[in-house]
């Protein structure tokens, strides 16, 4: 089955909406125009029922097919922007200074909303549709947010499914794969305390800068020589603060970064060697320092039946020959991992044509991808509960 005829007429009205949102764009859980949009045409398009505040500011929309029928759907999008600067000139450029939709979320939302639309016009299916509009993907964890306010028991949900664009990949082709697709995603912190000193006697100093600097290389260690090479790890060290002028020996010195793996086994030996490396690197030169390591979000993890499900029905839009279904893994991660935790479903990628990458500030969503993603969610719901 190729695009959808009805998604076809409806494009030009879901690029409205996708620009709109594009040039409105809010972060984290303070979404409220773009929530009260969302809910705004949800209404209008007749869903059988919608809900606000889920999650603080996430959006469901409850759909009933034609004839009754006992399995419930769910589909998430994504709704909050970047502090982004955005470098776009585009006649829908972000009208809020530090502020863009450089992810693509507007997309994401735009295309779940047409399919919203086109099922509620319709109804050519049995069973209920739940459309999820989920805030704070980044960094706030709104997916788990929405799981913990009783997203799954409320609404009955059974299986859910959720969809991210993919720049290099071309428009109308799909990626996807069972297991690990994204990775987990934790927070590193590092406090040095050293002695302070004049830099012309740095003998009677401990050189907090020193330290970090060996920190910083011998944590490099942990991935190239305990994780096994077959294996996926990363550890990042991306803050480096230290002193305040040019002759003085810094008391303190902090570190921030990212570990990400995809295995909850390279999780743990991550975590403990980072204590290991951190605290006897420091000990060596006589200096202190503690590690903080905050789990975020876990490892997504496709499950295997509803993957092929999810690979078979972006096949029949796109064609079988254009969707990849052993997608490498990437080590960004998700919060949709939350609620594939709490249900079964998968993740699929849409190819976002040669765009600029995800959180860059020249990053636009394609809209000549929206047939394709809203076809998806429509075909997604019309075979998992045939008539």
Request: with cysteine; proline share 5%; glycine share 10%.
């Amino acid at each position: 089955m190729p695009i959808v005829n009805r998604i076809a007429d409806l494009h030009a009205d879901i690029t409205a909406w996708r620009r709109d949102i594009h040039a409105h764009p809010e972060l984290q859980y303070d979404v409220h125009r773009t929530a009260a949009g969302v809910a705004e045409k949800l209404r209008a398009f007749g869903c059988d029922e919608v809900v606000t505040g889920i999650g603080k500011t996430g959006v469901v929309g409850v759909i009933k097919g034609s004839k009754p029928g006992s399995k419930v759907i769910g589909m998430r999008a994504d709704m909050d922007a970047l502090p982004i600067e955005e470098a776009n000139d585009v006649p829908y450029k972000s009208t809020v200074p530090g502020k863009m939709h450089a992810c693509g979320h507007d997309g994401h939302t735009a295309m779940l909303l047409g399919a919203a639309k086109y099922l509620a016009e319709t109804r050519n299916f049995a069973g209920t549709a739940v459309v999820v509009f989920q805030p704070a993907e980044e960094g706030g964890a709104g997916g788990l947010a929405m799981v913990k306010d009783g997203l799954m028991e409320r609404f009955g949900i059974q299986e859910v499914y959720g969809m991210h664009n993919y720049p290099g990949m071309p428009v109308g082709r799909f990626g996807i794969r069972s297991g690990p697709m994204m990775a987990s995603a934790d927070f590193v912190t590092i406090e040095i305390e050293g002695r302070g000193g004049h830099a012309a006697r740095p003998h009677l100093a401990i050189d907090t800068v020193l330290v970090g600097a060996q920190i910083v290389n011998n944590i490099q260690s942990i991935v190239s020589r305990n994780v096994d090479p077959v294996r996926s790890g990363v550890v990042s060290i991306c803050v480096f603060q230290a002193g305040t002028t040019d002759n003085v020996i810094p008391q303190t010195a902090r570190l921030m970064g990212t570990a990400r793996a995809l295995s909850p086994e390279v999780r743990d030996l991550i975590e403990r060697r980072l204590h290991e490396v951190v605290e006897g690197t420091a000990k060596v030169h006589g200096a202190t320092a503690k590690l903080t390591y905050t789990r975020n979000y876990p490892v997504l993890k496709n499950h295997e039946d509803q993957t092929d499900f999810a690979a078979a029905i972006a096949g029949d839009v796109a064609g079988r020959e254009r969707v990849d279904t052993d997608h490498p893994p990437m080590m960004g991660a998700e919060d949709f991992s939350y609620m594939l935790e709490a249900r079964p479903g998968a993740m699929i990628w849409v190819g976002n044509g040669d765009s600029q990458g995800l959180h860059h500030p020249s990053y636009n969503f394609n809209d000549d991808v929206i047939p394709f993603g809203t076809s998806y969610w429509v075909r997604l719901v019309e075979n998992a509960m045939p008539k």
